[in-house]
T-cell receptor, first 115, second 111 residues
Framework: AQSVAQPEDQVNVAEGNPLTVKCTYS??????LFWYVQYPNRGLQFLLK??????LVKGSYGFEAEFNKSQTSFHLKKPSALVSDSALYFC?????????????FGTGTRLTVIP | DGGITQSPKYLFRKEGQNVTLSCEQNLNHDAMYWYRQDPGQGLRLIYY???????QKGDIAEGYSVSREKKESFPLTVTSAQKNPTAFYLCATHREGTEAFFGQGTRLTVV
């Protein structure tokens, strides 16, 4: 069965410190990987994606993520956290085949940046 | 301006009443999804559709129904059989190899 795991429900970090939000996946084949952010009472907003190529991908608002095939991980990172980064973050994978549901989300990690 | 539009933003339902949530897209994406989100929780898949006139149940389809008569539209009906419908509902579209796009959500409350 395909699955995406975000092992931490909550991550707290001090403003200005680096942050990491973890994501691991268990899927067959070579998935596409995504990170989204959700602010209260809003839809999910796309942050970044890995399709192929360089394992370090850069996205919106200074976020980046590192794809590690051997560890099947795609952790979200930012060198210096801002209070405005506080939100709910979702990791997702999609599989390069159609005909059935091929989009899977993690359970979300709530990031709180402490001033 | 391409995107996905959900309406209404807020919806109130009386006990025993059916209500329909609208989701429209102009991205020309084949796949559309409906998710339910409870406070502080993740997304749970209700229904999805890969093509017009075809849709599949997700993990929590009971008490919900959908239709896909047009590529652009994927409305969700919350029926009276759904005993705990108060939640935030999100519609999304997706095309292989790209990110999913989400609407701004509909907050449904039972009154």
């Amino acid at each position: 069965a395909q699955s995406v795991a975000q092992p931490e429900d909550q991550v707290n970090v001090a403003e200005g410190n680096p942050l990491t939000v973890k994501c691991t996946y268990s899927v067959s084949g070579n998935p596409y990987l995504f990170w989204y952010v959700q602010y209260p009472n809003r839809g999910l907003q796309f942050l970044l994606k890995y399709i192929t190529g360089d394992n370090l991908v850069k996205g919106s608002y200074g976020f980046e993520a590192e794809f590690n095939k051997s560890q099947t991980s795609f952790h979200l990172k930012k060198p210096s956290a801002l209070v405005s980064d506080s939100a709910l973050y979702f990791c997702a994978v999609s599989l390069p085949w159609g005909g059935a549901n091929n989009l899977f989300f993690g359970t979300g990690t709530r990031l709180t940046v402490i001033p | 301006d391409g995107g996905i539009t959900q309406s209404p933003k807020y919806l109130f339902r009386k006990e025993g009443q059916n209500v329909t949530l609208s989701c429209e897209q102009n991205l020309n994406h084949d796949a559309m999804y409906w998710y339910r989100q409870d406070p502080g929780q993740g997304l749970r898949l209700i229904y999805y559709s890969q093509i017009v006139n075809d849709f599949q149940k997700g993990d929590i389809a009971e008490g919900y129904s959908v239709s896909r008569e047009k590529k652009e539209s994927f409305p969700l009906t919350v029926t009276s059989a759904q005993k705990n419908p108060t939640a935030f509902y999100l519609c999304a579209t997706h095309r292989e190899g790209t990110e999913a796009f989400f609407g701004q959500g509909t907050r449904l409350t039972v009154v």
